[in-house]
């Protein structure tokens, strides 16, 4: 459903996504992790329409998507979160998750917006009353919110950017199940942006590492986890601490170790 | 919801029935004004209240307010003809001024800055070409009598006609006020980004509120210079109408729709009453004093008079 070929994103001399390319298919939770600065963001910002690519192209439904403005790519299927909440104060929740609902979806009709509104709060699990006000959520409730926005325009292919940080761990665990039940049950296509592996790896069906801008590995979450060049960068090649902390990421992550 | 456009009615049905009853010329003159001026303040305030602060208003109530003269002066056409043309061309204006300002993210002061030129340009142009607009020193559309002319020696049918566009700039107002494009200006003026995230055209979205502020702006321009048959760079352009205009919609309260109403209430009454109190002596103190207001407002009641009146009373009753 999304095929990207050759992504390059120069500032200045500065290379930031160095000739990545990728696939995701329908119906998969592709995971993006990659250590700070590795060129995630920016990637998912070319995806989202945020930044123009230097080079390379974004095919979405067959449609080259590259360049174009982000309002459209919204319209044409695709959803995002940002990685800090940016909620609409001025708005209630429930006219938050409307607006995007209105908006999102080539601007129909109001009681479609708010039938999709709801249904995207009820997904979430906020709550759908009128009234309730954006400062009555806490940390885990604006990133709800945060969801709730996205699947309310009604996309097919969900840009996840869900820093975990700030969550304890049940509300990361949430999280994770939150996103595999929007795939489940509304099909949707996700790429969950991450720069901790943790939780992630429990959920997604393939995982590409990003390093300095390049494409390092990719491959099922078992496969990537034990990836030298993957230790390598999240852990460093220290000798002794390798092999504990390796066994440490297989654990956080969910994996067994070979036996 | 019932009670409230019940009160409405009812007050509107007031104000339509007041010159039949209540006809002394002076405080009749003073309520066309101050109709007039609030429809103008609430045509800013449309885009005013989500933070696009503009100051070139001057310059698109100017616009409506010359061309409608000068087309009448110069080449016969009625005011009919000569308003909508006026409102095309203002919007023309701020369509040309406004989409380079939304396309490269001009916001806060610097959107300020670029709509204070604006202001200046149209003061400038009037005042270049004074062989047709009479420069300084104003102009006076040539005498005609009726409808055609849409000119009128009684209060009344001003006052009617001043009600009526009152009317028209609240009903917009309200209408914005309940629109998913209310939802979108609030979503823009905090969070750009974001806005485009949940699918709105940021750019398109700013483009509509400016253009029916401007056209609005620009009418009420043209319905002042009828009813004045007297217009000059002073009195309906430039960059001291555009601060009266940002003044009194602040004071009334830009949030509320009778907020900018509230707002040429008082603006206008101070200056009649430095006018009758002092006379020629207090020619421009009514810019200090707005000046001052202003300053104490934005630091203690930002949300205007009404605005604060309103948000009290429900305070009371929750």
Redesign the interface.
């Known amino acids: 459903m999304l095929v990207v070929n050759g992504l390059v994103k120069r500032f200045g001399g500065f290379t930031a996504v160095n000739n990545v390319s990728f696939k995701v298919d329908q119906g998969e939770i592709l995971g993006l992790i990659g250590p700070n600065g590795s060129g995630k963001s920016t990637i998912f910002n070319m995806l ?3 930044l123009v690519p230097t080079a390379g192209s974004i095919e979405f439904d067959g449609r080259q998507i590259a360049g174009t ?4 790519i ?2 044409s299927g695709i959803g ?1 979160t ?1 990685q800090i909440p ?6 209630t929740i429930f ?1 938050n998750v ?3 609902g ?4 080539g ?1 129909h009709s ?1 009681a479609k ?1 708010d039938a999709s509104a709801e249904k995207a709060l009820a997904m979430v699990g906020l709550p759908t009353n009128r009234h309730a006000t954006v400062d009555t959520l806490g940390a885990a409730g604006l990133k709800k919110l945060e969801l709730a ?2 699947l309310a ?1 009604g996309p097919k292919l969900l840009l996840a950017d869900e820093s975990l940080g700030g969550l304890d761990e049940h509300e990361m665990d949430q999280a994770a199940d939150m996103l595999r039940k929007i795939r489940d049950e509304l099909g949707i296509t996700i790429i969950w942006v991450e720069h901790i592996m943790g939780v992630l790896m429990r959920v997604v069906d393939r995982v590409m590492v990003l390093d300095h801008g390049e494409k390092i590995s990719e491959g099922l979450p078992s496969a990537v986890a034990s990836d030298p060049r993957v230790i390598e960068v999240y852990l460093g090649t220290d000798a002794d601490s390798t092999q504990a902390a390796a066994a440490e990421a297989r654990r956080r992550a969910g994996i067994q170790p070979h036996a | 919801m019932n009670s409230r456009y019940a009160a409405w009615a009812v007050g509107l049905a007031v104000l339509i029935a007041l010159p039949f009853v209540y006809r002394d010329p002076y405080h009749l003159h003073i309520l066309v004004l101050i109709l007039i001026w609030s429809f103008a303040y609430t045509s800013w305030s449309i885009m005013g209240r989500f933070g696009l602060v503009s100051l070139g208003h001057g310059g698109f109530m100017g616009v409506g307010a010359y061309v409608t003269a000068l087309l009448w002066n110069h080449l016969h056409i009625t005011p009919w003809i000569g308003i909508p043309v006026g409102m095309l061309l203002a919007g023309v204006l701020a369509l040309i001024v406004a989409y380079p300002c939304f396309r490269f993210r001009i916001t806060g002061h610097y959107f300020v800055l670029v709509t204070l030129a604006l202001s200046g340009i149209v003061l400038q142009v009037i005042t270049a070409t004074r062989e047709y607009t009479g420069g300084s020193l104003g102009l006076t559309p040539n005498r005609d009598r009726g409808i055609w002319a849409l000119q009128f020696d009684d209060k009344t049918t001003w006052y009617l006609i001043a009600l009526f566009v009152w009317v028209v700039g609240l009903v917009v107002w309200n209408w914005v006020d309940r629109s ?1 494009a209310r ?2 200006m ?2 823009i ?3 750009e ?10 750019t398109a979205e700013k483009l509509k509120i400016t253009l029916v502020s401007a056209l609005m702006t620009a009418l009420a321009g043209a319905i002042y210079c009828q009813y004045q048959m007297f217009i000059s760079p002073d009195t309906v352009s430039g960059i001291a109408v555009s601060l009266q205009m940002v003044f009194a919609a602040i004071v009334g309260g830009l949030y509320v729709s009778l907020g900018p109403t509230v707002g040429a209430i008082i603006t206008i009454l101070l200056a009649e009453i430095l006018r009758i109190g002092f006379g020629t002596k207090a020619v421009g103190w009514d810019n200090l004093v707005y000046g001052l207001l202003l300053v104490l407002f934005i630091i203690f009641l930002p949300k205007g008079i009404l605005g604060s009146i309103l948000e009290r009373l429900k305070l009371k009753k929750a």
Request: charged share 25%.
């Open positions: 989202s329409g945020t403005a982000p309002h459209a919204i319209n995002r940002f940016r909620p609409f104060r001025r708005l006219e409307e607006l995007a209105f908006y999102g979806q601007r109001r917006a926005k996205a325009t | 998913m939802y979108a609030e979503a003026s905090e969070d980004d974001a806005a485009a995230a949940a699918g709105v055209n940021v």
